[in-house]
């Protein structure tokens, strides 16, 4: 999935992609430790 933070850095897209994942009532939840975020602002998160 790919989750991108409007205006925030890399460090902070990942805290936001954290959030988003936790608050999905999903599997994500648990995987939200391999989100990735690169420089570009988008956060991949690989199962």
């Known amino acids: 999935m ?5 205006g925030k850095r890399s460090a902070s897209g990942f805290m936001v992609a ?3 994942f936790t608050q ?3 599997r ?5 430790l391999l989100v990735e975020c690169e420089g570009v602002g988008r956060c991949i998160a690989t199962r």
């Open 2 to 6: 790919l989750v991108q933070p409007s």
């Open 24 to 26: 999905s009532p999903s």
């Open 18 to 20: 954290s959030v988003v």
């Open 28 to 32: 994500l939840g648990i995987e939200v």
